[in-house]
């Protein structure tokens, strides 16, 4: 077994993810940035260079951070979802919404295929969708 002082923290090449939190230190006023903002205005556009720590600030920095915020309940004040665009930006955005469960209450398929539907309809997409499914609970609750 190797000892704590044979261990790099760093991964090399690639990004830090959310595991590697501990060893990830020293972008404390970035992170805290990042978390201001998207509590304020809930979306943050955070633009770079290729390999200068876009990914890792977020992975290893945000999400951590964001992920300690409870609601009242206990429950979990921010749900997470990473996605990389690929080609078809809008199925990989409904395939991590869907992957991890980050819209409570959306339970079938056609339920996300209507989240991608509201997605490609315009800026509003997924608030429209997310509203839609809020109603849809609350008449569901109320029957």
């Known amino acids: 077994m190797k000892q704590l002082s044979e261990v790099s923290p760093y991964p090399g090449l690639r990004r830090f993810e959310r595991s590697d939190a501990k060893c990830f230190f020293g972008r404390d006023d970035n992170v805290f940035a990042l978390v201001s903002r998207i509590v304020s205005s809930r979306f943050i556009a955070l633009i770079g260079e290729s390999g200068c720590g876009k990914s890792s600030v977020v992975r290893a920095g945000m999400i951590p951070s ?64 997310r509203h839609a499914t809020f109603r849809r609970m609350q008449s569901f609750l109320s029957s």
Do not use: N
């Open 66 to 129: 964001l992920k300690t915020e409870k609601l009242e309940s206990g429950e979990a004040a921010w749900r997470v979802a990473v996605m990389q665009p690929s080609a078809y930006p809008i199925e990989s955005l409904r395939c991590a919404l869907w992957e991890k469960q980050a819209l409570a209450g959306v339970a079938s398929l056609d339920e996300m295929l209507f989240v991608a539907d509201s997605l490609r309809a315009g800026r509003l997409g997924l608030a429209t969708s």
